[in-house]
């Protein structure tokens, strides 16, 4: 079969074996790929993973195979898998059902062989039917959705909490700007590109802010909330630098979120933290159940989302496309 792996300094499109099955497994012929941040820092070699990997996590399919212990009437299902695997069922997290953050666990696409080829071999347990309503290219957002719904899974609101301000309007600054909407949040979205900008206020963002085009992002955000700052700050940037301004934008005893896994090396105000009694948050996979129904009920919007759409072969050139652009929110391969 054809896989794109990345060999620890490129990313190859190549004839590899199709996986064989455990007993526990089932085969999937994958139909499309999300291309997301991760993906991006391995493939650039920020992100170490074994090699060589097939890289890609974000996926839908079809089942075509079972392993022998995996029910037969699985085969032929249309299917989106969570990624955290090699679950061991009996850690101190897994006996609280916290199956994401097992001590045993290998990421599908980072620790261990993804999705970005014709086929994937999954533990059964991590899969999830999708209804014939969602096309292929759709289902590939259940995964990032699930870890936007887990934003306010980790950091429940309070009635004091009226107002959100999201730092970087990627494909995850989207996602979560729809589910705060949802919440009746006032959302303020902050970007570099005009044409994200525009969207979040399609969805329904009330304040916008190019932060190329301001003095100071902090001073016009305090500005939007009666000098206090934002009761919600979240930051999707994976921007070092947005951090400053991320800290000095949250009024006091308000809530920090950070989304973003990569390129967060930077100092932060420590001081100014505890003084004003800020609360940071983080969250990272999340409840696929959750954005199935999300996106079935059309609560959340995709299409709008899907920037480009790649054939694997081209998989090197959706990569220097997504580096380069910037207006550019979500890529999709199909396979
Ligand atoms: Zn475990």
Redesign the pocket.
């Known amino acids: 079969m054809k896989a794109a792996v990345f060999n620890g300094t490129e990313l190859i499109v190549e004839d590899v074996k199709i996986p064989s099955l455990t007993p526990t497994q089932v085969l999937i012929q994958v139909k499309a790929v999300g291309l997301c941040g991760t993906d991006l820092a391995i493939v650039e070699g920020n992100l170490p993973t074994p090699t060589p990997i097939i890289i890609g996590h974000e996926f839908s399919g079809v089942i075509t195979k079972v392993g022998a212990e995996v029910e037969s009437s699985w085969i032929g299902k249309r299917v989106v898998s969570e990624i955290n695997s090699n679950?061991?069922?009996?850690?101190y997290?897994?006996k609280k059902e916290i199956y994401t953050q097992?001590?045993?666990r290998k990421a599908i696409g980072i620790d261990i062989d993804g999705a970005l080829a014709d086929y994937i071999a999954v533990e059964s347990y991590l899969i999830h039917e999708i209804p014939n309503s969602l096309s292929f290219n759709e289902a590939t957002f259940i995964e990032p959705l699930a870890a936007a719904y887990q934003t306010f899974e980790m950091m429940p609101l309070e009635e004091d909490d009226n107002n959100v301000v999201i730092f970087g309007l990627g494909k995850l600054g989207l996602l979560i700007l729809q589910i705060a909407l949802l919440k009746n949040l006032d959302v303020i979205a902050i970007d570099g590109s005009n044409k994200k900008l525009e969207l979040a206020k399609g969805f329904g963002a009330l304040k916008l802010i190019n932060r190329l085009q301001v003095k100071s992002v902090a001073q016009k955000i305090k500005e939007y909330t009666e000098g206090l700052g934002a009761d919600i700050v979240i930051d999707c940037t994976g921007n070092p630098n947005a951090l400053i301004d991320i800290v000095s934008s949250c009024k006091t005893r308000g809530k920090i979120h950070i989304k973003s896994t990569h390129g967060l090396g930077t100092p932060i105000n420590l001081t100014d933290l505890v003084v004003r009694e800020l609360t940071i948050f983080t969250s990272r996979c999340g409840p696929f159940a959750k954005a199935i129904e999300g996106l079935s009920k059309n609560q959340i919007n995709v299409n709008k989302l899907i920037s480009e759409i790649y054939q694997l072969d081209n998989v090197k050139e959706a990569f220097e496309s997504y580096k380069k652009n910037r207006d550019l929110i979500k890529i999709i391969i199909n396979i």
């Open positions: 679950i061991d069922f009996s850690c997290y897994c097992c001590i045993s």
